[in-house]
């Protein structure tokens, strides 16, 4: 991450109001685990604060409130990116935040749903702002690409599901890997070169954002976010098995134990499959 901060600036937080952006927020799960969701209602009303808006409620809201330690990914439509870390403080279901926003049209015109509840956070760090660095995303997707096939497990079993195969392996699609830092943080990195090896591995070579992913130790487990522009999104966890070489090419590569539905209305657990149970109460 770049020089850090420990506030924004007013510009940004003007930037930082459209509902069109990308917004993550990465926390930790109950048993201590790294959990990542797409959060494009990531506001910053205050220069040392952030705010979240609730309109449907999955489990990253659950576990902040458990465990207030969270990282935050900002990408605007002109594709600068913030970085940083926060701490939940706690929630209102009314006041200035709340009506700010329910008065933008996203929430306001909705047919189903508007935003019901605010989480404040305070800031602990923010990244200088940065542009994606395309070129070195570009170089890294295409040999990820070259070598991936090498890295695949071999095994016919599948864990993703075709769809979700088929979206980390779109080039256009973004990706982001989280994990749990030493300081009890979550740490929450662009990693937009990674693709599917197979159904059950993903493989990405590390150019971009090398340094960071660098950092990240055998062993470690991670979670692995991908989301294309038309908002459709999948969650994945795993065991990060290290670099090694395949095909001549470096490469990273995550063992996937565990895949989760973030799109909402119906969030939920896809691996290990869920039995389905009839519903007895109505």
């Not at 994990?179 to 590390?206: H, I, K, N, T």
């Given at each position: ?16 109001e459209p509902a069109e952006k990308i917004g993550l927020v990465a926390c930790i799960d109950p048993n201590g685990r790294p959990h990542v969701s797409l959060i494009t209602s990531i506001m910053a009303p205050r220069p040392n604060q ?152 993903l493989a990405f070579a590390p150019l971009a954002f090398g340094r960071e992913l660098r950092r990240i130790e055998t062993g470690t487990e991670v979670a692995v976010f991908c989301l294309t522009m038309g908002m459709e999104d999948v ?48």
């Amino acid at each position: 991450m770049t020089a850090t901060r420990p506030c924004f600036i007013r510009d940004e937080q003007k930037a930082f109001e459209p509902a069109e952006k990308i917004g993550l927020v990465a926390c930790i799960d109950p048993n201590g685990r790294p959990h990542v969701s797409l959060i494009t209602s990531i506001m910053a009303p205050r220069p040392n604060q952030i705010t979240l808006g609730e309109f449907c409620r999955g489990l990253s809201k659950q576990y902040i409130q458990q465990n207030p330690c969270i990282a935050f990914l900002i990408m605007t439509m002109d594709r600068r990116l913030w970085r940083g870390h926060a701490k939940w403080t706690h929630l209102r279901r009314e006041g200035p935040e709340y009506q700010r926003y329910n008065d933008i049209p996203m929430f306001r015109y909705n047919t189903y749903f508007g935003i019901n509840t605010v989480h404040y956070l305070d800031l602990v760090e923010t990244s200088e702002p940065m542009p994606l660095p395309m070129a070195g995303i570009v170089t890294s997707s295409l040999l990820t690409r070259l070598g991936k096939g090498a890295a695949a497990t071999g095994r016919v079993e599948r864990i993703l599901k075709p769809f979700a195969e088929g979206l980390f392996n779109q080039m256009e699609s973004l990706k982001f890997i989280s994990y749990v830092g030493a300081d009890g943080f979550p740490e929450l990195v662009p990693m937009v070169q990674c693709q599917a090896a197979d159904s059950r591995r993903l493989a990405f070579a590390p150019l971009a954002f090398g340094r960071e992913l660098r950092r990240i130790e055998t062993g470690t487990e991670v979670a692995v976010f991908c989301l294309t522009m038309g908002m459709e999104d999948v969650l994945i966890r795993g065991t990060f098995r290290g670099f090694k070489r395949y095909r001549m090419v470096s490469l990273g590569t995550v063992d996937i134990e565990w895949v989760y539905n973030s799109m909402p209305p119906a969030h939920g657990q896809i691996f290990p499959e869920v039995p389905l149970e009839p519903v007895t109460e109505f």
